[in-house]
């Protein structure tokens, strides 16, 4: 498996295979922390962070660990690189962690991140490794910001509410205001619209494969045509 193409990689991790809109993983993060974009934001982030460190990791040690106690031994690894990002999260964006809560350590529970350490990881050279965890985590990211800009849109009638959050005081003017005295739809923030939320965007994307797959059946046809 050592021969899988970087384009392969990228187009799997943003579109084809993305972790949360296609192989469905790491949903309780994705529905609980996308009320705004700055919360997605910041897990997406730490989860990016703990795909890659993960990844290489997992990649570096695999011709040495035996197969019968690889998954623990996978696991203590993303339990250590997630409680090094939560105590810097705490140190450096505290208020954000306070945001998060829970949900930081979590990150050691998301079957995403074992899933690509079990599956790709341990079989590929630590640049693929590297590659993979950053474009899954930014898969993930994207997935993420676009639910709970969904929904702080929807929910609350703004786009970046509390950047100052992760970017400091001086973000406080990042904030966009989509509707001027917006009471807000309680719905869009609450639980239920984020899986509300997140059908939508798994319509959209299986809107789009069809439409892709038809115009590249339409093209092998007109090959075919031209050939013949």
Request: charge should be neutral.
């Amino acid at each position: 498996m050592n021969d899988t193409p970087y384009g392969k990689i990228v187009a799997d991790g943003l579109w084809y295979n993305n972790a949360a809109l296609v192989q469905l993983l790491g949903l309780c993060p994705l529905l609980a922390i996308s009320g705004t974009v700055v919360n997605a934001l910041g897990l997406g982030l730490a989860t990016t962070l703990t795909l890659i460190a993960s990844n290489v990791s997992v990649s570096f040690i695999r011709n040495w660990v035996r197969p019968e106690i690889r998954i623990p031994i996978y696991v203590l690894i993303i339990a250590s690189v997630v409680t090094a990002i939560e105590l810097a999260m705490n140190a450096y964006f505290h208020e954000l962690y306070l945001v998060l809560g829970i949900f930081i350590p979590l990150i050691v529970t998301n079957c995403a991140i074992i899933g690509r350490a079990e599956a790709f990881a341990s079989k590929h050279t630590i640049p693929k490794a590297f590659v993979d965890g950053l474009i899954m985590g930014i898969g993930f990211t994207l997935a993420l910001v676009a639910l709970g800009g969904m929904r702080e849109a929807i929910g609350q009638g703004t786009l970046f509410d509390q950047a100052h959050l992760m970017f400091g005081e001086a973000a406080r003017g990042l904030t966009v205001t989509l509707i001027e005295d917006y009471r807000g739809f309680l719905l869009a923030i609450l639980p239920p619209g984020a899986f509300i939320g997140l059908g939508l965007l798994l319509a959209v994307k299986n809107l789009v494969d069809d439409r892709l797959e038809k115009r590249a059946v339409r093209r092998a046809e007109a090959l075919g045509e031209a050939r013949a």
